[in-house]
Antibody
Framework: EVQLVESGGGLVQAGRSLRLSCTTS????????MTWVRQAPGKGLEWIGF??????????EYDPSVKGRFTISGDDSKNVAYLQMNGLKTEDTAMYYC??????????????WGRGTLVTVSS | DIQMTQSPSSLSASVGDRVTITCRAS??????LAWFQQKPGKAPKSLIY???SLQNGVPSKFSGSGSGTDFTLTISSLQPEDFAIYFC?????????FGPGTKVDIK
């Protein structure tokens, strides 16, 4: 059974850093892309970025709103994806989800999601 | 960036109704379009990818169609468990972007 479990969220002051983890099981981690999506309270879904699977270079892509502050990485030995968030702002307050990306026809579509971890940034 | 719009933003429907939600992209995205369902307090669930392919385990009452800029999600016979918010997402070009969502509630 495919499972993704996010952790590392919490209350943090603006300007500080936080690292979220997405611990996975039930599939070959290195064969899939890992994506981070966030949802501010009462709002819609926002794509943060993803890291390609190793066969396709293992490189990341980011939304411009977080590029330079957020870094996505993965540890194939632990089957874990990470979201390093630096210089946090109050507008980064959201539920953060990781999702698995499956490759097809030149791109990645999301298939499985974790339950999310809540990040609250205080001023 | 590619902008995604959805219509309607919300709708009220009865159990057994056929429901159609529209998603429009600001430029051609071929068939790189996915649909998700989200219930209150829960994570999104993937329903459809490549505009019309059902994810594993998704019932056949859900169907998707379209290509280019215009897409639809149809629920053939609405059931109580289908009341939720539905989002579309384009994954044709970075940054991948979501639509604002369509809330389906009980009439």
């Amino acid at each position: 059974e495919v499972q993704l479990v996010e952790s590392g969220g919490g209350l943090v002051q603006a300007g500080r850093s936080l690292r979220l983890s997405c611990t996975t099981s039930g599939f070959a981690f290195g064969d899939y892309a890992m994506t981070w999506v966030r949802q501010a309270p009462g709002k819609g879904l926002e794509w943060i970025g993803f890291i390609r699977s190793k066969p396709y270079g293992g490189t990341p892509e980011y939304d411009p709103s977080v590029k330079g502050r957020f870094t996505i990485s993965g540890d194939d030995s632990k089957n874990v994806a990470y979201l390093q968030m630096n210089g946090l702002k109050t507008e980064d307050t959201a539920m953060y989800y990781c999702a698995r990306g499956s490759y097809a026809s030149g791109s990645y579509y999301l298939d499985y999601w974790g339950r999310g971890t809540l990040v609250t940034v205080s001023s | 960036d590619i902008q995604m719009t959805q219509s309607p933003s919300s709708l009220s429907a009865s159990v057994g109704d056929r429901v159609t939600i529209t998603c429009r992209a600001s430029q051609d995205i071929s068939n790189y379009l996915a649909w998700f369902q989200q219930k209150p307090g829960k994570a999104p669930k993937s329903l459809i990818y490549a505009a019309s392919s059902l994810q594993n385990g998704v019932p056949s009452k859900f169907s998707g169609s379209g290509s280019g800029t215009d897409f639809t999600l149809t629920i053939s016979s609405l059931q109580p468990e289908d009341f939720a918010i539905y989002f579309c997402q384009q994954y044709n070009s970075y940054p991948f972007t979501f639509g604002p969502g369509t809330k389906v509630d009980i009439k």
